[in-house]
Each structure stands twice: as structure tokens, then as C-alpha cells.
């Protein structure tokens, strides 16, 4: 496209849409003066990243997030937005630059990869969003980028108002949550909530470099995720392994602040794992969507899927194979009960036996303030037989170490692993029996 054309086009954008993003403006800040300036501001900015936009489809709402970027730079730096995740997307893409991170993200519709390079945190927010599951991530991208309202968004996406307003809000909690990061002279430092995922696999030794040395530079500058690591390598020291051919899974509750970790190992004969490695390799790992209901004797009885239940008091963080590698999955399916994750990914095929990890974050409470005094507490977990004909079950609690009085009303024995203290009980148990933990003390 030569000069004159450009100017043309770009000509025919200004008559086109400048009432429109006027409005738009003055929805925005309900005040003529500062509209004008914010359209006239838009509109030269969206001059000079034109040729960058390569579906010209979306030129109407590139330029509403150009104008609303301005909007909450010029007019709204001292005022609470709501949305604390958008302090982060209002960074520069790069040293100079007129557009931030929001400004950029309209699938690839503006080219500038080769600039992210220069900005980690960047790059990091990007991948974040691309993490989302994919209603969650078109939600997001619909309603606080293109500006959509929830009924332009569900009539664009195809979905209702209603799911509308659960993916956006869910997919924006997950974003802010994920954003608080640690920096380290420049250098991106996992957060507490990633590290969950990692510190049994990295107490088991079952862990892949890389993620070993994420998981490392994290424990370094945070003292209670290296508690927690710490103690959970000790503990495995105590845990006997199953014996050949024998259902074995163990269970181990850590207390946090607002919310308690299950750290799941289940040990398990597979009695069709040739058929599943026959299917993981033809798929070369890559699990299909239409196989989320194919069912193999012994080995995940729902299929290639895990079902949630009370998702809102818990969350699926991760599951590992017996390799130490990760399993990718996805959100596939969510009603008022439960939400359903579907596996996409198994890097390498089944062994048999066969060991898989699940870690799972709760809002409940294993350790919980008695009535009867503030500094007494009760300490209390389980774990049942989850399969026909029992097996070998096992429940760990953590406790504070420098609890005092510590007393066990149920339970095999105490486990002294440095920070913490293991309550436990591991014992065969036939189907529907379960085994129990109970304790108190002062902290």
C-alpha cells in the first residue's frame, strides 16, 4: 500500500467512526471537553499503528481500547477502577511506546511481538491470558478489552448473558490472581499459588529440571512454601511405598492461612494400560476432545476427565504422573455443582502399576479454633476408600511444630518433620471404610 492510500483509508476510519467513538468517549468520562481530547488522542494514535492492524474488521473496537487506555491514563490515575489488574496491562509495551499491554491484545491484529521481548511482564500477562480456558479467555478479551457489554459479548461468543458473566468474572479473578507475581532484579519469581503444585513433586524428587528450579528460586525468598517443601521431603521418608499389584493412595492436608492443600498420590493396577499407550500413541499424547468419555478398566474411571465437585470451595491446581511430568488439561464443562476438566496432554504413556498426583486447594479449614478458647485448636482430617474392594489408605495432617501440648485423640502415630508435625494414619481398609485423624492443641 503506497502513502496516498494509506492516508485514504485511514481517512475513510476518521469519517467513519468519530461520532461513534465520541459517544463512546463521553460514556466513558461524562464530560464533552475531555471526550474531544480523548477521540482526538485515539484517533492519532490509532494513525500510527495502522498499518499494524491486519484485520481491519476490528478497527472500531481497537480504537475503543485505545480510547479507553487514554481514558484511564489521563483521567483516572487516582481513582479505583475495580479491576486491580488493569495497573499491570497499563504498562508501555515497550520502553516509548504510546500503546500498553490492553492495547495489544486483539488476537494478532497488531505486530509487535518482536517488541515483548523487551518487557517480561509483558510477555508474562499475555501467557496468563492465553492459560484462560477458551470461554473464559473470549469473555475476558470481549468485556474489559474490546468493551463489550455482557449482551454484545454472549451475542458475539455465541453464549448467555448468564455464562457471560460467570467466565468474565472467573476468568478475571484467575488473571488477578495469577499477576501478583514476585520480581527479582528483573526476574520473574513464581507466586505461593504455583508453587502449591510443585512442592510435593519436588519432595518426591519427581520433577523436571526446569520446573525444579522455578520451584527453587520461589522456596528461596518465600519462608513458608520452604516450610512447607522442607517437611513434605521429610515426611516421604516415612511413607511406605505399595507393594505389587496393590490399590495404595495417601492423602497429606497442609493448613494455609485461608485455604487447606490436599496433596493426593494415588498408586493403582492398570489392567488396560497397553490399550491406553496403543491410543497415546496415536494421538502422540495429544488427548482429542471426542475421547473425554473413552473409559479404560483400572485407570481413571471417568474417562479422560476429572469431575469437581463444590467448585466453589475448591480448585484443581494439577496433576502429575508417575514421571514427575504434568498433565495438561483444560476446563471443559461447569454447572451450578461441579466443573469438569478434561486431560489434554500425557507427555509419555501409562506404566503399570501406574502413580498419579492430584493437588487440590480448598477453602475449608483442618485446623480450626475452638469455642472454648482462642489459642486451643482442633485438628481433624480423612481420606475413604475410593474404589471397590479397598486398599491401603493413608491421611497426613500438618500441625505447627511449636504447638504445645500436642494430643492425638485418633491416629497411628506423630511424624516430627521440622516446621511441621504429621499427625497420621495408614492402614489397609476394606471398601467404604475410611481412616481418620484427630487432634488438638495450643498455639
Not at 505399595?242 to 487447606?260: C, D, F, G, T
Not at 503399570?352 to 482430617?381: C, W
Not at 501440648?405 to 471404610?433: M, P, S, W
Request: hydrophobic share 35%.
Amino acid at each position: 500500500m503506497n502513502v496516498d492510500e494509506f492516508h485514504a483509508d485511514y481517512e475513510n476510519v476518521v469519517l467513519t467512526y468519530n461520532n461513534k467513538l465520541l459517544s463512546y468517549a463521553r460514556m466513558l468520562c461524562n464530560n464533552n471537553e475531555n471526550a474531544e481530547e480523548i477521540t482526538q488522542e485515539a484517533l492519532l494514535t490509532g494513525y500510527k499503528y495502522f498499518g499494524s492492524l491486519k484485520d481491519r474488521q476490528k478497527v472500531f473496537p481497537w480504537l475503543k481500547i485505545i480510547a479507553k487506555r487514554i481514558y484511564q491514563r489521563k483521567f483516572r490515575q487516582n481513582i479505583n477502577t475495580g479491576y486491580d489488574f488493569y495497573v499491570s496491562l497499563d504498562s508501555p509495551v515497550y520502553d516509548g511506546s504510546d500503546l500498553s499491554v490492553a492495547d495489544t491484545i486483539i488476537d494478532d491484529s497488531i505486530n509487535i511481538e518482536e517488541n515483548f521481548v523487551q518487557n517480561e511482564l509483558c510477555g508474562h500477562i499475555l501467557r496468563e491470558i492465553k492459560n484462560l480456558s477458551q470461554k473464559q479467555r473470549d469473555s475476558v478479551i470481549s468485556r474489559y478489552f474490546y468493551g463489550f457489554s455482557v449482551k454484545e459479548t454472549a451475542a458475539s461468543l455465541k453464549m448467555s448473558d448468564n455464562s457471560v458473566k460467570v467466565s468474565s468474572h472467573i476468568g478475571l479473578e484467575k488473571l488477578k490472581e495469577n499477576l501478583k507475581n514476585y520480581f527479582i532484579e528483573g526476574d520473574y519469581i513464581m507466586n505461593c499459588k504455583e508453587a502449591y503444585a510443585y512442592l510435593h513433586q519436588y519432595a518426591k524428587g519427581r520433577i523436571s529440571e526446569r520446573e525444579k528450579e522455578e520451584v527453587e528460586k520461589h522456596i528461596n525468598i518465600c519462608k513458608e512454601c520452604r516450610d512447607i517443601a522442607q517437611s513434605l521431603t521429610e515426611l516421604e521418608k516415612h511413607i511406605k511405598p505399595a507393594q505389587e499389584k496393590e490399590h495404595r493412595n495417601y492423602v497429606i492436608h497442609m493448613q494455609l492461612p485461608e485455604y487447606s492443600l490436599e496433596y493426593v498420590t494415588v498408586f493403582m493396577y492398570v489392567e488396560a494400560y497397553q490399550e491406553i499407550n496403543a491410543k497415546l500413541e496415536e494421538w502422540s499424547g495429544e488427548i482429542p476432545l471426542e475421547s473425554i468419555d473413552l473409559k479404560f478398566p483400572g485407570f481413571l474411571g471417568n474417562g479422560f476427565k476429572f469431575i469437581l465437585s463444590n467448585y466453589l470451595s475448591q480448585e484443581l491446581l494439577a496433576i502429575f504422573g508417575d514421571d514427575g511430568v504434568r498433565w495438561d488439561m483444560e476446563e471443559h464443562e461447569r454447572n451450578d455443582f461441579e466443573i469438569q476438566y478434561r486431560l489434554t496432554k500425557i507427555n509419555r504413556q501409562i506404566n503399570n502399576p501406574n502413580e498419579f498426583s492430584l493437588i487440590i486447594m480448598k477453602k475449608e479449614r483442618k485446623l480450626t479454633q475452638s469455642v472454648e478458647h482462642p489459642d486451643l485448636i482442633h485438628g481433624y482430617a480423612k481420606n475413604w476408600a475410593r474404589r471397590e474392594g479397598g486398599g491401603k489408605l493413608g491421611v497426613y495432617l500438618a500441625v505447627p511444630s511449636d504447638g504445645k501440648n500436642l494430643r492425638i485423640r485418633q491416629g497411628d502415630d506423630v511424624i516430627n518433620c521440622g516446621a511441621y508435625k504429621f499427625i497420621c494414619a495408614d492402614r489397609h481398609v476394606v471398601e467404604n471404610e475410611s481412616v481418620t485423624v484427630s487432634c488438638s492443641y495450643i498455639k
